[in-house]
Nanobody
Framework: EVQLQASGGGTVQAGGSLRLSCAASGFTFDDYTIAWFRQAPGRSREAVSCINPLDGTTYHVDSVKGRFTISSDNAKNTVYLQMNSLKPEDTAVYSC?????????????????????WGKGTQVTVSS
């Protein structure tokens, strides 16, 4: 059974940092693309970052480029999202999702279409 567990959220002041973790189990980690999404109250879900753990391909949306970094520890089957210089507009529930890389690629413009495996989200709140 594919399972994804997001953790690491919390409340920080603007300019602060958090590191989110997405622990994966039930599938061959290297064979899946893993992505982070976020959803703020009253807004639709938006893509944040994605990674292909097999070859290290990553992508970050423009609003987080230079501030967020996605990485993976393949030995631990875990993907991380290091978030620096946080802004109040980063406040949202952050969720990780996975799909076989053979059918879902990490690329410019990635979205949630075609992602079938989702973990429960973790709340990130950035105060001004």
């Amino acid at each position: 059974e594919v399972q994804l567990q997001a953790s690491g959220g919390g409340t920080v002041q603007a300019g602060g940092s958090l590191r989110l973790s997405c622990a994966a189990s039930g599938f061959t980690f290297d064979d899946y693309t893993i992505a982070w999404f976020r959803q703020a109250p009253g807004r639709s879900r938006e893509a944040v970052s994605c990674i292909n753990p097999l070859d290290g391909t990553t992508y970050h949306v423009d609003s987080v480029k230079g501030r967020f970094t996605i990485s993976s520890d393949n030995a631990k089957n875990t993907v991380y999202l290091q978030m620096n210089s946080l802004k109040p507009e980063d406040t949202a529930v952050y969720s990780c999702a996975a799909e076989p890389s053979s059918v879902y690629a990490c690329y410019v413009g990635f979205n949630d279409y075609g992602l079938h495996y989702w973990g429960k989200g973790t709340q990130v709140t950035v105060s001004s």
